[in-house]
């Protein structure tokens, strides 16, 4: 009896010892740079914020987000658990954008008429809705695949002239291929909007994937899923096309984490050793 109290003392004592020198296990993944989705893991039960924001963490201890085209350099990551507190300063790579000259576009699309503009800001309204949809999945935790196959014709962040007037950043990455290309889901997922004819990306999906992660698929000639479905990775959900504002056949994909648009091109990274 005599031997059994002693151990349990012994078993106390060495745990409150670990427990004041405990640090919380914070790991980052992915590129810190401007325009990425970075991945921190910790543990369990801590509360997160990124420069004062707050931010959501998973039943895993995995906290998700991104870094916008013109992100602050200096952002500080703060962990908390109890009495314990992790600051980490996250330096971000300066990215320089391309100037990306686009001549050739249907003039209509570059300077709609007063009933195009109400109509792209009606549909601009409704996929800002789609994105508001946050679930728990946890789609981002699996390495991300290509969505389709073919050459890379745009990329992220370069700022497009279209036929001579400057317009928003492209927020995307191009693949060119011929009309009918399969596009594959590059995560399983929830759809949340699906659109066959948008005024300025016309056949539109978007696919959420959780806390606030979601991907876009532009300017496609078909559309395999609606909204509401669930798609497992790999899945076809539409095909290559040139609809909306297009000068040819190209899957346009994006990335976003909430309202902030990041670059797919830099996934791949977040899965890297
Ligand atoms: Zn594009």
Redesign the pocket.
């Known amino acids: 009896m005599r031997k059994i109290a002693c151990a349990a003392v012994l078993l106390l004592s060495w745990t409150s010892t670990v427990l004041a020198d405990e640090v919380l296990p914070l790991e980052i993944k992915g590129p810190l740079t401007q325009g990425a989705l970075i991945l921190a893991k910790t543990e369990l039960g801590v509360s997160a914020t990124l420069n004062g924001e707050e931010l959501q963490v998973t039943e895993q201890g995995y906290i998700v987000f991104g870094f916008p085209r013109k992100a602050p350099l200096e952002n500080t990551l703060v962990i908390k658990k109890g009495e314990q507190t992790i600051t980490r300063e996250l330096i971000l790579k300066p990215r320089e954008y391309k100037i990306d000259r686009v001549d050739g576009v249907p003039q209509k699309t570059v300077t709609p008429d007063p009933e195009q503009v109400k109509r792209a800001k009606k549909e601009a309204g409704k996929v800002w809705l789609a994105r508001q949809k946050e679930t728990t999945r946890t789609d981002f935790l699996t390495p991300v695949t290509k969505p389709a196959e073919g050459r890379i014709s745009?990329v992220y962040g370069s700022q497009r002239i279209f036929n001579g007037e400057p317009r928003n950043p492209?927020y995307?990455e191009?693949i060119a291929g011929p009309t009918g290309t399969p596009v594959h889901a590059p995560w399983s997922g929830d759809v949340v909007l699906a659109e066959p004819d948008l005024f300025y990306s016309g056949g539109t999906i978007i696919i959420e994937h959780g806390y606030k992660v979601t991907t876009t698929y532009l300017h496609l000639s078909e559309l395999h899923v609606e909204v509401g479905d669930k798609v497992e990775q790999g899945d076809s959900i539409g095909a290559i096309g040139a609809t909306g504002r297009a000068t040819g056949p190209h899957l346009?994909w994006r990335v976003n984490w909430g309202n902030e648009r990041l670059d797919p091109a830099l996934l791949p990274q977040l899965y890297q050793d």
Request: net charge negative.
């Open positions: 745009g492209h995307g191009d346009d």
